[in-house]
């Protein structure tokens, strides 16, 4: 079993649609990162959170540590939003294990 | 610069031959990430520096794989003797604090071994 999951792999949603992207881990950890990467390879942190909730723009991402769980929401979603996001889970250090990612595709 | 470079961005080999990943990371960052990412799978990975310093290396497959940090700015990764399995994205990080977790990526390497 993957250390890091996510679900689902694939989401298609409509322009306008709130979606939302979830992240279990299993070890302890220090830090979740969600990242978003656009087709080409770069990738751009979004969010770095150890506790509750962090909001930017139509960017939401919210962490459970008890449970070991992460969500990651975008309201009014946009074409642009397309890209896959990828949730990491730092331990110590360079520690950072990754998730497989989610396809988000938003059509128009 | 204003982020982390990486060159070339498209590289194809053919198998066998010795390939160099660049990266450039972020001006005054001290730590260097290298990750591989196969397609459809998030990032793995590789080695580890704190300004030249290579502090953990135990993410590289294998022996042809090396990567050097010589005067604590930009990095480079060898692949030799490149086999097909070695076709993925290769991607640099850096971060400011040491072992800090808050990690720019660069663009990107895709390697493709034909």
């Known amino acids: 079993k993957n250390e890091v999951e996510q679900s689902p792999q694939n989401l298609t949603a409509q322009e306008g649609e709130f979606i939302t992207i979830n992240c279990s881990y299993s070890?302890?950890?220090?830090?979740l990162h969600w990242l978003q990467q656009h087709p080409g390879g770069g990738i751009v942190s979004l969010f770095m959170?150890?506790?509750g909730k962090k909001k930017h723009g139509r960017l939401i991402a919210t962490i459970n540590i008890q449970e070991k769980h992460s969500s990651l929401h975008i309201t009014a979603s946009h074409p642009r939003d397309s890209a896959v996001y990828i949730c990491?889970?730092?331990?110590?250090?360079?520690?950072?294990?990754f998730g497989a990612g989610t396809r988000l595709t938003v059509k128009p | 610069g204003a982020g982390v470079s990486q060159s070339p961005r498209y590289k194809v080999a053919k198998r066998g031959q010795d390939v160099a990943l660049r990266c450039d990371p972020i001006?005054?960052?001290?730590?260097l990430f290298w990750y591989q990412q196969a397609l459809g799978q998030g990032p793995e990975f590789l080695t580890y520096?704190?300004?030249?310093?290579?502090?953990?290396k135990s993410g590289l497959p294998s022996d042809r794989f090396f990567a050097e940090r010589p005067e604590g700015s930009v990095s480079t990764l060898k692949i030799q003797r490149t086999q097909q399995e070695d076709s993925a994205v290769y991607l640099c990080?850096?971060?400011?604090?040491?072992?800090?977790?808050?990690?720019?990526f660069g663009p990107g390497t895709r390697l493709t071994v034909t």
């Open positions: 070890v302890g950890i220090s830090a």
């Open positions: 001006s005054g960052h001290v730590s």
């Open positions: 990491a889970v730092g331990r110590v250090l360079n520690d950072m294990r």
């Open positions: 959170l150890s506790s």
């Open positions: 520096f704190q300004n030249e310093a290579q502090l953990d």
């Open positions: 990080a850096s971060s400011f604090l040491e072992g800090g977790y808050e990690q720019y």
